[in-house]
């Protein structure tokens, strides 16, 4: 019997609450009238079946939800005033909006709504659902707050700067000193997802904005609106005609929650899922030549890196420099990308992301381990150090860690692996208990300044970037990042980037090492899906079996 998740394959699915067989799993699991006639060999053409994790899902309301499954869910589900170019996500299209222009003041934009722009149930798309979308998310203060807060908006301000000029043009404005670009792309963000508003306040209950029902509900205008949510089983999405622009081409989107890879490529090579997300390199090749099945690779946001913690006092090494420079030459780069990790990801050394406008390309860095030792040697490091590596307790990450520690070990510092739960690790080095940790980073919105303003940004009021994390000091950094915030040239913009980038580079307790590539398998029938840098940019609307 193959465990995965929820999920139990055999002849039926057996657990302590469910005992349903496997023709009828779906008509039993998405209730009464679903009408599909189970979903065994073959999703009938209509409909859609995704094999993935949805245990990360917390709410699928857009201002809270902020997790991978969550922001995927919301760019089929929801839409934006303008969102980025699924093609080329460094260009803005608007997509509620028709058009957008500059307001009366610098840090003021005007946005001409779609005349035809309607949600899911009928209403049309109003002025007043924009401010009451980004108003009502600003003022929930749930996890994504904080890029809308980019803006210098607050609960209490927040109102003063979204106004309805006349029924079909609303006017945004912000006070912090960003320019009319970087506001652009904060509003791209998923927490900036428009919200039917009389939709929303129906379901309000106890002064709550909607918010417990949109934990399992929509109100958006995306392609898709949500038929059933059933937490750690099942998402179905229907297709929503009334969607501004091209209808999408199918019915009706089934993610099943699968927790278990292995199973999600069982799922997929029976045909009882038509795409398995987020396989392993031994999935993949347990599928490879395997007839009826497509695989496609799309690169991620998604950067690996090693931090230390400089804040620690037992280990004073953390601190030196010549420590985070010996140990950019003690990664095995090349062997950890093509070798252990099959090529799912490749080698990258900039925090920047391969994709994003101004990422730095250059590698310099590889396996030299007598330049370590010399360069520890130097220092006065080469005695024995030991530092313990916090690291998750799951594939690729201990793989990972055991490299590193052979190759930091032939240079004489010893790693000693601490394995835990993802949240165990993320807890310790949100206090700064830690002494060095191998972890990644996603970035929040399409900006540079996403990424740049937690690796490169130390605020002296305490805002816990990772550059606080590793306890860096860096003043003069920090004045240069804000300053890259601030610019409203674009290309002076980048420049100040690519600086940034070099800088964090060459001497940091950051060592970036490796940029994702995302990995699925499909049925050779799928066409039409597409999958973008960023973790919200998965579309569904042009898919076709």
């Not at 995927?72 to 980025?84: E, G, H």
């Not at 009502?136 to 003063?160: H, T, Y």
């Not at 010996?326 to 925090?351: C, M, P, T």
């Not at 290309?491 to 800088?503: G, S």
Request: a neutral charge; hydrophobic letters at 45%.
């Amino acid at each position: 019997m193959i465990r995965g998740g929820t999920w139990r394959w055999a002849s039926a699915i057996d657990s302590s609450r469910v005992r349903i067989r496997r023709r009828g799993l779906l008509a039993a699991l998405l209730s009464a009238g679903w009408g599909l006639h189970g979903l065994c060999s073959a999703s009938p053409p209509q409909v859609l079946v995704v094999a993935q994790d949805l245990d990360d899902i917390v709410s699928l309301d857009p201002a809270e939800g902020f997790e991978l499954s969550s922001v995927q869910a919301f760019t089929n589900v929801y839409q934006r005033l303008v969102q980025p170019d699924p093609e080329q996500p460094a260009v803005l299209r608007p997509v509620l909006a028709s058009a957008w222009h500059q307001g009366p003041l610098p840090q003021t934009l005007v946005f001409d709504l779609r005349p035809d722009a309607v949600f899911a149930g009928g209403n049309p798309v109003r002025p007043e659902d924009v401010i009451f979308s980004l108003s009502r998310a600003v003022k929930l203060n749930r996890a994504p707050v904080f890029i809308l807060n980019e803006l210098g908006w607050n609960a209490d301000n927040v109102d003063r700067y979204l106004k309805r000029l006349d029924p079909h043009h609303v006017q945004v404005s912000w006070p912090a000193p960003v320019s009319p670009g970087f506001a652009l792309n904060i509003l791209s963000a998923p927490v900036a997802s428009i919200v039917d508003q009389r939709e929303v306040e129906s379901h309000t209950v106890l002064a709550d904005a909607g918010n417990r029902w949109l934990h399992d509900h929509s109100a958006g205008s995306g392609p898709f609106r949500i038929r059933r949510y059933i937490a750690h089983e099942a998402l179905v999405l229907d297709a929503n005609p009334r969607s501004p622009g091209d209808a999408p081409l199918l019915q009706t989107v089934v993610i099943r929650s699968v927790s278990d890879a292995g199973t999600r490529e069982l799922l997929v090579r029976v045909g009882d899922a038509d795409i398995a997300r987020d396989l392993g390199p031994d999935q993949l090749a347990a599928l490879q030549g395997r007839p009826g099945l497509q695989f496609r690779q799309f690169p991620s946001a998604s950067i690996h890196y090693l931090l230390f913690n400089t804040a620690n006092p037992a280990v004073p090494a953390l601190a030196n420099p010549a420590l985070w420079e010996a140990a950019r030459w003690l990664i095995d780069y090349d062997g950890l990308a093509h070798q252990l990790l099959k090529d799912q990801y490749e080698v990258h050394q900039s925090f920047l992301g391969k994709g994003f406008p101004g990422a730095l390309a250059a590698t310099p860095y590889r396996l030299d381990i007598p330049r370590a030792r010399a360069i520890l040697r130097a220092a006065g490091l080469d005695h024995g150090l030991t530092i313990t590596l916090d690291v998750f307790n799951q594939a690729p990450f201990l793989e990972i860690a055991q490299s590193l520690q052979a190759t930091f070990g032939a240079a004489g510092i010893r790693l000693e692996i601490l394995p835990a739960l993802t949240g165990e690790v993320y807890t310790r080095v949100r206090s700064r208990t830690e002494q060095a940790a191998w972890l990644y980073w996603i970035p929040d919105y399409f900006d540079a300044h996403s990424t740049a303003g937690a690796f490169a940004l130390n605020r002296e009021d305490g805002t816990k970037t990772l550059a606080w994390r590793a306890g860096w000091q860096i003043p003069q950094l920090s004045a240069l990042t804000l300053s890259a915030l601030e610019e409203p040239d674009a290309q002076r913009r980048l420049d100040l980037y690519q600086q940034i980038q070099a800088q964090v580079q060459r001497s940091s307790p950051f060592v970036i090492a490796l940029q994702e590539r995302r990995a699925l398998a499909m049925r050779s029938d799928v066409r039409g899906y597409r999958q973008g840098l960023n973790a919200d940019m998965v579309y569904y609307d042009r898919v076709r079996k």
